[in-house]
């Protein structure tokens, strides 16, 4: 029981991590690639709330719902964990992307002074100093090379 119980959160935290290089892959390579139509509108400016954008949502969410469907329908632990860890990725990344860093929720307010925020915000602001396809740089979201660390 035990045993399983630590198998599950490890493959919940192996889910989480493994989204993190799949959203690097899908923003680098098919965000900023043949995908470029649905995500320009995110690096210009533009009227309304919502953007083509924001319909990367369904491709990200997709594994999760079909994990827990399935996980749960069936009872197989396994899926419902690795639903759980891509589900608790995809509230980190709204956290951090939609709230922190565009402020695309203004009732919400997240303290962002600690050396980790401010390194993944200097690699998502150095990500949107074009308006361009290519070439850009930084395409994580919760994790960002040392290079983006602030200088003391």
Do not use: C
């Not at 029981?1 to 991590?17: D, Q, R, S, W």
């Not at 959203?23 to 320009?40: D, E, N, Q």
Request: charged residues 20%; proline residues 5%.
């Amino acid at each position: 029981m035990i045993l399983e119980i630590i198998l599950n959160v490890a493959i919940a935290i192996g889910a989480f991590a493994f989204m993190e290089f799949v959203a690097w892959f899908t923003h680098k390579y098919i965000m900023h690639g043949f995908l470029w139509v649905l995500h320009k509108d995110h690096h210009v400016p533009h009227k309304g709330k919502f953007e083509l954008n924001d319909l990367f949502v369904v491709w990200f969410a997709t594994p999760a719902i079909l994990a827990l469907v399935f996980g749960i329908r069936y009872m197989i632990w396994p899926l419902i964990s690795a639903g759980i860890g891509i589900t608790l990725y995809g509230i980190g990344y709204t956290l951090f992307h939609d709230v922190m860093f565009h402020k695309r929720i203004k009732w919400l307010k997240i303290p962002h002074k600690s050396p980790y925020f401010q390194r993944i915000i200097n690699a998502h602001r150095s990500h949107h100093k074009t308006t361009k396809k290519n070439p850009t740089e930084a395409f994580g979201f919760l994790w960002a090379p040392k290079k983006y660390e602030v200088k003391k």
